[in-house]
């Protein structure tokens, strides 16, 4: 049953409006926090090499500071940011799609856990 709820048109789209709700706020409150991610929904541009990639866990920590912070974007659909991969810094614009975050975190404490 917990499976057709999570899959749901309706409460995914929910959660999309949660999600991205609790971020707008974390951007007035805090100067700093986090996301995991489905790495499969996320969008690099440029690409990154395919080395950096492949080192990606399947759910991935993004950490929001100093110029990342800065760089947020929300759309409708997403949160973008810039930030530097690698021992070289390679810039890209990430592109991650709300319902794909799957935590929200502050002070390395979980705030929200995404079930969809």
Do not use: H, R, W
């Amino acid at each position: 049953m917990i499976t057709s709820v999570v899959q749901n048109k309706q409460y995914q789209e929910q959660q999309v409006v949660q999600i991205k709700d609790q971020l707008m706020l974390l951007m007035e409150l805090v100067d700093s926090f986090s996301i995991t991610a489905n790495i499969d929904a996320i969008t690099f541009d440029p690409i990154l090499p395919k080395d950096i990639y492949d080192n990606f866990a399947k759910f991935t920590l993004f950490s929001f500071a100093n110029y990342t912070f800065e760089s947020i974007i929300l759309t409708e659909e997403y949160i973008s940011f810039e930030t530097g991969f690698g021992v070289d810094n390679i810039g890209s614009v990430v592109s991650v799609p709300y319902i794909s975050i799957f935590q929200i975190i502050v002070d390395e404490s979980i705030l929200f856990i995404n079930p969809a």
